[in-house]
């Protein structure tokens, strides 16, 4: 795996690993906390494509906005797709973010 590269844009993270492993990014458990992600709320990823992870506060809602449309934008427009949705993480896993 190469190294894992976090990107804070104010609110918001971008998650790189080298543009084939980023989607596996959500089996590594100790990747997801605070210290890493200083978010609003729970953790909340997309992961519309293998290279694209996108993160925010399940209580930033102007981000979380930006971000299913974002992940169904990548996700239809780009290749090696891995799903349109939001995804929560409630300390142990991921499951699907419903707001």
Same mark, same amino acid.
């Given at each position: ?25 959500? &089996? ?6 605070? $210290? =890493?992600?200083? !978010? ?8 519309? *494509? ?18 299913k449309? &974002? ?6 427009n $780009? =290749?090696?797709? !891995? ?8 300390? *142990? ?7």
């Open positions: 795996m190469p190294d894992v590269e976090i990107i804070n844009l104010d609110g918001k993270f971008g998650v790189m690993a080298g543009g084939v492993y980023d989607a596996s990014l959500i &089996l590594s458990k100790s990747m997801w906390n605070s $210290e =890493n992600f200083s !978010v609003d709320g729970d953790i909340v990823i997309a992961v519309p *494509t293998r290279d694209m992870v996108y993160v925010t506060g399940s209580k930033n809602r102007q981000e979380i906005n930006k971000l449309s &974002l992940a169904l934008k990548d996700f239809e $780009e =290749n090696y797709q !891995v799903s349109p949705y939001l995804f929560r993480y409630n300390g *142990t896993a991921f499951e699907r973010f419903r707001d």
